[in-house]
């Protein structure tokens, strides 16, 4: 049985899963309690997505040999696959009870305590990690996405990058690298590290969604496209769902972005960005009763969120109800004061109500908290007719996809996923001489940040 289970190991090590599933089972049915065979099968379980049968079978080895660290380490990746972090957490602590010195079990608690939106701890735990092991390039890459999501772009940045020198091979950390210059209009390099990341793991379902995020904003939508539904034939995903919509409603194709939109709303129902995303391509459709109907869901699972108290600012507005409108983006202003699409509707009312001062501040401040958003640019040249200094002229990278006048700006993501805003259009089509920004729907370019655990 040692030998049958030596050759397991070695065809796990080599990835062929198939052939080592096939002798750990042996081994088991020759000792269905050999904590070893129970253990790396678990493991294997794991990496080929079964969770509730990796903790299953972990979960036996750890009963029969309680006192062995990497298994409770491996078993918190588990539960954690299951998203029952608090059991993570549980088992990561017994794991470092036994060894507090393990580098792993310190990684992988850091990553249970992200999934509980507590980025201060998991910090802590990534850099105890580190100091134990400099060259811990996965602790380096998880350290990354806790400083993003505590706002420290750059030290994000600067801790992608390190943990790439550490293993230039670690496609997580290619992909994060790519998504967040992505954030910073780096597209050049973004899509270096995207194209890598998928070459390196070409089943690497967040990779080709990441990359399909950075094709759509270069406006290769019909590449971006087939990214997204690689990524989705690789693993279903909400996420990925809102933003094949978003490229389908980019290129004019509503029914089908309705389509994708509701596919997100099933798998994931309390989804608040995909929800205004489909109450954006319902106003676009002028099916404005739904499209607030969808506002109003959007705001009962997040009363702050900017993005729907905008888009329905935007349907009053439409509809003539300039005091309520006004109401709403101020309050979205209040809840997200860099959401440049606000800013711009405001402007709009504003000129409309001949506040032609408070439109053009309006505008600029829109400008400068989005440098691209192609609705304020539209709308100041309007306002200023041929007077604008060339700090103010349009920049040329203006967003592609619908053939019409830009009808809305979007905020730029922010992740994991998070990773963010996207067009959000008007209730009836504007001409030209009434571009308005639109209800700046929530863009999910990032589908997640890749977290990496830490195998025994």
């Known amino acids: 049985m040692a030998t049958d289970l030596s050759a397991a190991l070695e065809h796990h090590q080599h990835g062929r899963l198939e052939q080592a599933a096939g002798l750990y089972q042996l081994v088991l049915a020759g000792n269905p309690d050999d904590p070893e065979a129970l253990h790396l099968l678990g493991v294997l379980l794991h990496q080929a997505g079964a969770h509730a049968r990796a903790v299953e079978f972990i979960g036996r080895a750890v009963a029969l040999e309680p006192g062995v660290a990497a298994w409770h380490s491996n078993l918190a990746e588990a539960y954690r696959a299951l998203g029952r972090h608090a059991e993570a957490a549980a088992c990561c602590r017994a794991a470092l009870a036994l060894v507090p010195n393990h580098p792993g079990a310190l990684n992988n608690l850091g990553l249970a305590l992200l999934d509980q939106d507590d980025s201060a701890a998991a910090l802590a735990h990534f850099r105890a990690a580190l100091r134990l092991e400099p060259d811990f390039a996965l602790a380096c890459n998880n350290l990354g996405n806790a400083l993003r999501?505590?706002?420290?772009?750059?030290?994000?940045?600067?801790?992608?990058?390190?943990?790439?020198?550490?293993?230039?091979r670690l496609a997580e950390a290619h992909s994060n690298l790519g998504q967040l210059l992505l954030e910073q209009q780096d597209l050049r390099e973004a899509l270096a590290h995207c194209c890598e990341a998928v070459r390196l793991r070409p089943h690497f379902a967040e990779a080709h969604c990441n990359l399909g995020n950075v094709l759509r904003e270069r406006g290769s939508l019909e590449e971006a496209r087939a990214c997204y539904a690689e990524s989705l034939r690789l693993r279903p995903d909400p996420t990925v769902c809102n933003n094949l919509g978003q490229a389908l409603q980019e290129e004019g194709k509503l029914d089908e972005a309705l389509a994708w939109y509701r596919r997100g709303l099933e798998l994931d129902p309390n989804a608040v960005r995909i929800h205004c995303n489909l109450a954006s391509a319902l106003a676009e459709q002028e099916d404005c009763v739904q499209a607030r109907a969808c506002y109003e869901t959007a705001l009962r699972l997040d009363p702050n969120s900017a993005e729907a108290h905008n888009g329905l600012g935007w349907l009053s507005h439409e509809q003539g109800r300039f005091d309520e409108a006004q109401a709403r983006y101020r309050q979205a202003l209040r809840l997200k004061p860099d959401l440049a699409v606000a800013y711009c509707n405001l402007g709009t009312l504003k000129e409309e109500l001949g506040e032609l001062e408070g439109a053009e501040g309006c505008f600029r401040t829109a400008l400068r908290h989005d440098r691209r958003h192609a609705g304020a640019h539209a709308r100041l040249a309007?306002?200023?007719?041929?007077?604008?200094?060339?700090?103010?002229?349009?920049?040329?990278?203006?967003?592609?996809?619908?053939?019409?006048?830009?009808?809305?700006?979007?905020?730029?993501?922010?992740?994991?996923?998070?990773?963010?805003?996207?067009?959000?259009?008007?209730?009836?089509?504007?001409?030209?001489?009434?571009?308005?920004?639109?209800?700046?729907?929530?863009?999910?370019?990032?589908?997640?940040?890749?977290?990496?655990?830490?195998?025994?």
Not at 149 to 168: I, S
Not at 433 to 444: I, K
């Open 382 to 456: 309007t306002l200023l007719r041929g007077k604008l200094s060339d700090a103010d002229r349009p920049i040329p990278t203006w967003p592609r996809g619908s053939g019409r006048p830009c009808t809305s700006g979007w905020p730029r993501c922010s992740m994991p996923g998070g990773p963010t805003p996207r067009p959000q259009s008007t209730c009836g089509r504007p001409t030209p001489s009434a571009w308005r920004s639109g209800a700046g729907a929530a863009r999910d370019t990032t589908p997640r940040s890749m977290r990496v655990s830490s195998a025994g």
């Open 149 to 168: 999501e505590q706002g420290d772009t750059a030290g994000a940045v600067e801790h992608f990058r390190r943990a790439l020198r550490l293993d230039p």
